[in-house]
């Protein structure tokens, strides 16, 4: 069945439910420890198996992205196994963009991360940047465009994006 959830991804525990825990008087906490359970198995899966994680991340991230968008726990937990698709098809954490940016960053003012958000339609602006030596990510889903600002409100200092 093409585009079914890959069975490593079935083991993350997403068990209880709202109502359990509402019972229970702490659906906040249940919702708490379910997001750093889900956060932990990510961690894992990036840390023990990146090549499996990257072919994952197309199905995951829109899930991954709305959960750190609404829980800065989350976020915090999982920021350093965030992926970006770049122009070439490569993956890369938002990690190792923030230490690019920060290597590359010469004056006083934040370098911007370039980012396409349908490569077709794009394609000049794509063709373009690449003879100009300009890279940039592939933000092609729905909550990519509000993922990017919140990372920008985040932290300010550190991410701009501007698209192609």
């Given at each position: 069945?093409?585009?079914?959830?890959?069975?490593v991804?079935?083991?993350?525990?997403?068990?209880?439910?709202?109502?359990?825990g509402a019972a229970r008087g702490g659906g906040a906490k249940e919702a708490h420890r379910r997001g750093k359970k889900v956060a932990d198995k990510l961690t894992e899966l990036y840390n023990t198996e990146k090549g499996k994680y990257e072919e994952y991340w197309k199905d995951i991230s829109t899930f991954v992205k709305f959960g750190c968008i609404r829980e800065?726990?989350?976020?915090?937990?999982?920021?350093?196994?965030l992926l970006f698709k770049n122009l070439a098809g490569e993956y890369r954490s938002v990690k190792e963009y923030g230490a690019e940016l920060e290597s590359t960053q010469e004056s006083a003012e934040k370098q911007?991360?370039?980012y396409v958000s349908d490569e077709i339609q794009q394609a000049?602006?794509?063709?373009?940047?690449k003879?100009?030596?300009?890279?940039?990510i592939l933000a092609d889903t729905m909550i990519d465009p509000h993922f990017l600002q919140y990372l920008e409100y985040k932290q300010p200092q550190k991410?701009?994006?501007v698209r192609i």
């Open positions: 069945m093409a585009g079914a959830v890959p069975a991804l079935l083991r993350i525990p997403f068990e209880g439910t709202p109502k359990v800065e726990d989350f976020f915090e937990k999982v920021e350093n196994v911007p991360i370039y000049q602006y794509i063709a373009m940047s003879e100009a030596g300009m890279s940039a991410w701009r994006f």
